[in-house]
C-alpha cells in the first residue's frame, strides 16, 4: 500500500490565508522555521497509477500538480488516476475540492447518509455536482470490504469505515444535532502485503471502538489539529474550544500523545494540524515532545509504503 499525504493542515491551511497570528505572521515573514501546508487529504494506492482519495480538499488542484501520480494518464486527452473519493464527514476542508474535481468524469464518493444529507440539503453540493458530472454515491462498509477501482476490479485494498464522536458542520445550523455517522475513520487493509492504515482525520475522543482498533494497524493518522483545550483564545484567533469543535487536543494530560504513546505502531503521525498548533514549529518544545515519543508530525508529502 502506498501512502501520499497531500495536505496535512486543518482549514484555512498553513499560513491560512486570513490569518495574522504569530505562527502565520511568522510563516509570511520568514521569520518562523516551519514547513507550508495545504488543507488535509492523502492518497492510497496498492499499485502506484490507481489512487483512492481520503477526503478532498479545496487545495485538491495543488494538490494533484505536485503529484504527478495523480496527473492524466500520458495516452488520454483527459482523464485521472483517482477511482473514488472516501469522505471522513461533511466538513468544508475535506468536500469543496469535489467542486474542484467536477469536469467530465464519473466520480464515486463514499459518505455516510448523514454526510450525504449535510452535502445535499445544508450545503448543496451533492446537487450542483451533478450537473457537470455523473457521480455515484456509495455508502461506505462498517466492516472490512473489498475496496474496487473505477472499472468495477479490484483494487487489492479491503476497508471499513469506523464511526467517532464528531459534530455535525456548522453550515447545517445550530438545530442539527451530532449523530452517529456525522464522521468517521477509515481502516485499510493491503490484502497481498498484510499492511494496515488506520485514518481518523477529526476525532473528538479515543473512544473504546477506536481504542481496539490501535493495536491491529502498522500506521495510524490521527488528528492533531490543536495542542491545547483553548490554543484559538490564546493564539488570538477565536474563541471557540478544541472539544466545542469536536477535536481531541494533543497535549496535556488527557491528550491524544500521551494515550497513543506506549503504543507499537511503527508509523504514528498527526495531520489535520491547525495554523495555530504550536506542534506545526521545527524544533519548539511541543514539536519536540512529539518526536520524542516516537510520534511524526506530517507534512505535505510524506510519502510511505505498507
Known amino acids: 500500500?502506498?501512502?501520499?499525504?497531500?495536505?496535512?493542515?486543518?482549514?484555512g491551511g498553513f499560513p491560512q490565508w486570513n490569518c495574522n497570528c504569530p505562527q502565520?505572521?511568522?510563516?509570511?515573514?520568514?521569520?518562523?522555521?516551519?514547513?507550508?501546508?495545504?488543507q488535509s487529504s492523502v492518497a492510497l494506492s496498492t499499485d502506484g497509477r490507481h489512487w483512492f482519495l481520503l477526503n478532498a480538499s479545496p487545495d485538491v488542484r495543488q494538490q494533484i500538480a505536485a503529484?504527478?501520480?495523480l496527473a492524466p494518464p500520458p495516452a488520454c486527452t483527459r482523464g485521472s488516476g483517482i477511482s473514488a473519493v472516501l469522505l471522513t464527514d461533511a466538513d468544508l476542508d475535506h468536500t469543496l475540492g469535489l467542486l474542484i474535481m467536477r469536469e467530465g468524469q464519473r466520480r464515486t464518493i463514499y459518505a455516510t447518509p448523514n454526510v450525504r444529507h449535510a452535502l445535499t440539503e445544508g450545503l448543496a453540493l451533492a446537487p450542483a455536482l451533478q450537473h457537470y458530472c455523473e457521480v455515484e454515491w456509495r455508502e461506505?462498509?462498517?466492516?472490512l470490504t473489498p475496496l474496487p477501482l473505477a472499472n468495477g476490479s479490484l483494487s487489492g485494498l479491503s476497508?471499513?469505515?469506523?464511526?467517532v464522536a464528531g459534530h455535525p458542520p456548522r453550515?447545517?445550523?445550530?438545530?442539527?444535532l451530532p449523530q452517529p455517522g456525522d464522521r468517521v475513520g477509515y481502516r485499510f487493509v493491503d490484502t497481498r502485503t498484510g499492511g494496515r492504515l488506520l485514518y481518523f482525520p477529526g476525532l473528538a475522543s479515543l473512544e473504546p471502538s477506536v481504542k481496539t482498533l490501535l493495536p491491529d494497524c502498522d500506521a495510524l493518522?490521527?488528528?492533531?489539529?490543536?495542542?491545547?483545550?483553548?490554543?484559538?483564545?490564546?493564539?488570538?484567533?477565536?474563541t471557540t474550544s478544541s472539544s466545542a469543535m469536536g477535536h481531541l487536543?494533543?497535549?496535556?494530560?488527557?491528550?491524544?500523545?500521551?494515550?497513543?504513546?506506549?503504543?507499537?505502531?511503527?508509523?504514528?503521525?498527526?495531520?489535520?494540524i491547525n495554523n495555530t498548533n504550536p506542534m506545526l514549529v521545527e524544533h519548539s518544545p511541543e514539536q519536540r515532545a512529539v518526536k520524542e515519543a516516537g510520534i511524526e508530525v506530517g507534512w505535505d508529502g510524506l510519502e510511505f509504503t505498507l
Open 221 to 238: 493518522l490521527l488528528d492533531g489539529t490543536f495542542w491545547s483545550e483553548h490554543e484559538m483564545t490564546e493564539a488570538r484567533a477565536g
Open 1 to 11: 500500500m502506498y501512502v501520499r499525504l497531500l495536505g496535512t493542515a486543518a482549514g
Open 171 to 176: 453550515y447545517m445550523g445550530t438545530q442539527a
Open 249 to 272: 487536543p494533543v497535549g496535556g494530560p488527557e491528550g491524544s500523545l500521551v494515550q497513543i504513546a506506549a503504543l507499537p505502531i511503527r508509523r504514528r503521525i498527526y495531520v489535520h
Open 67 to 69: 503529484f504527478p501520480s
Open 24 to 38: 502565520c505572521q511568522g510563516m509570511r515573514q520568514g521569520t518562523l522555521q516551519a514547513r507550508p501546508r495545504s
Open 140 to 143: 461506505p462498509a462498517s466492516e
Open 159 to 163: 476497508y471499513a469505515a469506523c464511526a
